[in-house]
């Protein structure tokens, strides 16, 4: 009898260790890391006969899995959290492991202000469209993702990564597409922001062209002289040449941002365009500008002084019936040739001219009562 019983014993002993120690043990080789800033992930060795693992913050269950690999979301940023685990089969759970702990990252902040510019046919660049996406930059980034969606990816797929605020890049392709940007906190631990706001883009051939250039700006015409005209204006980026028109009429094609009309007609008036010419098209013509060229630019008074002989030739006298204090001959275009103060009880000149060029000049003689005008020519 008591060797019956204690041969019981003996199995029930050796059932329950087998049972709880080699049959179905607890997990172990745990570890927990963070991946972003509101979740960790945790993983562990399989467990031989488990069908599925419970996972538990202290005493609080958590959630179950099947697998060996678990994340926990929706945790705070910056916040260190532990957890156990225990295996479960049909009939049984296993004691829970030691306590493994991990902390979950910073806050990486999302790109804010972006922006896309899209330039056509730039002569610099190697495509039909140049995209260049810019944002603010956000404290202690170390990168830049940028990402494109379009109705083929309409998930998004990465274009590239930069240090910097700026990325270009380019298409041959019209339509539309969208572009958003993540921020990388941390290129080891890939740690990185929420995507930015999607921006849209559309390529079609109503964006500027590039390779247009843009109508010369601040045209200016001054008459120079009687038969000559100064065009002068701003220069064009990209320009290879000007065009320049007279009364709509092509009169020059010149490399610089000046030019002098000559030979025109006394005292009339003229308009002028200049259009520039860029590397395969002329611009459309600038603000038209128009003056006259000089004419008589002094007043003829006929009283106070009589000149003789006119025309003359080698010298000219004045008489005036008062005293006469200065003389001042102009030519056409206003230019002063010859100056005299007078003394007193001066009422007759000779004045030598021979040394003047051929034309029309004007005589201004002042008095203590005035100045008159009067036209002379040389011959």
């Known amino acids: 009898m008591k060797k019956s019983l204690l041969l019981l014993f003996t199995l029930l002993v050796s059932t329950t260790l087998f049972a709880q120690g080699d049959v179905f043990g607890t997990p172990d080789s745990i570890s927990a890391r963070g991946i972003n800033k509101d979740a960790i992930e945790i993983t562990w060795k399989r467990v031989e006969g488990a069908t599925e693992y419970k996972i538990y913050s202290g005493d609080e269950f958590l959630t179950s899995v099947k697998g060996t690999i678990c994340t926990i979301n929706g945790l705070e940023p910056e916040t260190k959290y532990c957890f ?25 902040d999302t790109p804010q202000n972006v922006k896309a510019n899209v330039v056509l046919n730039d002569p610099n660049f190697g495509k039909k469209y140049k995209i260049t996406v810019t944002w603010d930059i956000v404290d202690g980034a170390e990168a830049y993702a940028i990402y494109v969606a379009t109705q083929y990816y309409p998930e998004g797929m990465m274009m590239g990564t930069v240090t910097s605020n700026e990325f270009i890049m380019g298409s041959d392709a019209d339509g539309e597409l969208y572009v958003f940007v993540k921020t990388i906190c941390d290129t ?11 921006i849209g883009v559309n390529l079609n051939e109503d964006i500027e062209d590039a390779s247009a250039v843009k109508a010369p700006a601040n045209l200016t015409a001054t008459a120079k002289s ?23 009429v092509e009169i020059a094609n010149i490399t610089g941002t000046t030019y002098v009309d000559e030979n025109l007609a006394y005292d009339t008036e003229y ?3 200049v259009t520039a010419m860029g590397s395969s098209s002329e611009s459309n013509p600038s603000e038209e500008a128009c003056t006259k060229t ?50 007193m009880n001066n009422l007759q ?18 008095s203590l009562n005035g100045e008159t005008v009067k036209r002379f020519i040389k011959q």
């Open 84 to 108: 156990n685990l225990s295996a479960v089969n049909e009939t049984e759970e296993s004691a829970k492991s030691a306590d493994v702990c991990a902390e979950t990252f910073y806050v990486c």
């Open 188 to 198: 080891q631990l890939i740690i990185v922001s929420e995507y930015s706001e999607q």
């Open 226 to 248: 009687t038969s000559s005209i100064e065009l002068t204006w701003d220069a064009v980026n990209n320009a290879s040449s000007y065009f320049v028109y007279r009364n709509d």
């Open 271 to 273: 308009c002028y365009t």
């Open 294 to 343: 000089l004419g008589e630019s002094l007043a003829e008074n006929t009283s106070l002084f009589n000149i003789f002989p006119n025309p003359a030739t080698d010298n000219l006298s004045i008489e005036a019936n008062e005293e006469i204090t200065e003389v001042n001959i102009y030519n056409i275009i206003g230019v002063n040739v010859y100056n005299e103060q007078c003394t």
């Open 349 to 366: 000149l000779d004045i030598n001219i021979s040394d003047f060029n051929s034309g029309v000049y004007f005589v201004k003689v002042k």
